[in-house]
Structures are given as C-alpha cells and as structure tokens.
C-alpha cells in the first residue's frame, strides 16, 4: 500500500467513534429522557477540594464533578441472584420472565445464577422457572431521586436483588 493511503487511512481512524470516546467528546453517561447533567460539589471532600490537606483523589482538587440528576424515566439496572429453595445453593440457567405493559421478555440466569435488567420506575410481575423451583413475584422500581456523581461510573445505579425459589 502506498504511504499516502495509509495516512488517509490512520486519519479515518482517528475520527471513529471508539477513538472519539477515549478522546472525551463521547465520554458520556448513559442518559435517559428527563435526566440533567449539573456540576455539583464532590461527595468526597466537601466541595473543599481538599482531604487531609492533599488534592481530593475523586474529584483531583477540582471540588466540583458532574452528576445526572435523575429524570423520572431513569432505569435502574437491576442484578438478580437466584437460590434453590434451601437459600443458599445458586441456580443457574433459570428462566426469567418479566411483563409490563410492553409486552414481556425472558433471559436465563448465569452459571452464578444471575440476570441482569436495565428497568425504567415500575411494577414489573417476574416468573422464575426451573427444575429446582418456581417463583412469581414482582420488582419494584422506584423513581431515583438523588443525583450521582458519573465521573467513574457512566452506567445505572446498580441494585441486587435476591430471589429464593419454592418447591
Ligand atoms: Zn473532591
């Protein structure tokens, strides 16, 4: 190939999304409908931008981070464990159905018997099916109502869950 060909092409590749990420233009939180990016005080020092007379480590001294503050469609990503009936031993491969009134869905556990949904506020009717047990029962997800810092984590607060199937 000739040189000016790879340079064009080296060029192209600054330009792609992957690239435009790590740069910091596309460094972003996931946002829903509603949600607002503020700069707020750091969590950590106060606002002071100072711990125990050093650069605050979270917010590098500069006493202020971003934060979303929730909009009333914010998910939560939930992390479900599911138990055999004695409450302890993990299942996996457990089907897992959810229903709203979009219709309804299903995935199944992981080796360590978890599954894992983003879930928008909500009730949400929830089936578990397997040879050790059954379970129906409902996940509730409240609106979120405190902003959180994205400055590490750009993805939904995450809460776990555990369900202990029945015989
Ligand atoms: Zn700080």
Known sequence: MKPKFLLLLSLAMMLTPSFLYWLGPLRRPAMTDGDVLKMMPCPVCAG????????CQRCRGKKQLQHVIPGPHRPTCIEGHVYAPDGSTVVPEASVTFSSEAGSWSRKTDEQGRFG?????????VEIDSPRGKLKTF????P???PSPVDIDWSFPLRRDAFTLKK
């Open 48 to 55: 002071s931008g100072l711990v125990q007379n050093q650069n």
């Open 117 to 125: 949904a983003d879930l928008v506020p909500g009730r949400y009717p």
């Open 139 to 142: 996940i509730v997800v409240a």
């Open 144 to 146: 979120q109502v405190t």
